[in-house]
């Protein structure tokens, strides 16, 4: 990991700097359902059941929850910020949208990025809409906790999308 964070000139200091925890990778995910583009998803079975009962839940209320992204490998998220690199942005930048590899919740298999119709995909208005409102309110219940609120201390940008399942939570 240390060989990946310096080819992506992310500094040795950057888990002290942002106080993220490591996240390791699981080993067993099942599959999900696909996501909003129709790529296949991973999960913990637990955070799967879970994301399935909170969807589930969700519908019956009326509300639209879809997957956008679930489980992303250390390799992927190496990946996903060398293309940003490579386009012109600055790491600096980047990493207050992507943690960099190994600090990702998504390593973790718990982890959904979440979509709703008629939102835009990733952007801050999801807060504007009836499903983050109903996430909110009912999403702890399944153990779903929104993990970059506004001013978070860890110095992700605010992600109202973005939902991690701790098993202890629930």
Not at 57 to 68: H, K, M, P, R
Request: glycine share 6%.
């Amino acid at each position: 990991m240390q060989k990946m964070h310096e080819a992506l000139g992310i500094s040795v200091d950057y888990a002290k700097e942002h106080r993220l925890p490591l996240c390791r990778e699981p080993e067993n995910l099942v599959d999900t359902e696909l996501d909003f583009y129709q790529r296949p998803q991973k999960l913990t079975h637990d955070a799967f059941k879970a994301w399935t009962s909170m969807k589930a839940a969700a519908t019956e209320q009326g509300i639209s929850l879809f997957l956008i992204s679930a489980f992303r490998g250390l390799q992927y998220q190496h990946d996903l910020i060398k293309r940003k690199l490579e386009k012109g942005q600055k790491i600096e930048q980047i990493l207050m949208v992507n943690a960099a590899p190994g600090f990702s919740e998504h390593h973790s298999g718990c982890a959904v990025d979440v979509g709703t119709l008629g939102c835009d995909a990733l952007v801050a208005d999801f807060e504007n809409t009836d499903s983050f409102q109903w996430l909110e309110s009912k999403a702890s219940a399944f153990g779903f906790i929104m993990s970059y609120p506004r001013d978070n201390p860890v110095g992700i940008d605010y992600e109202p999308w973005h939902w991690c399942f701790h098993s202890e939570g629930k």
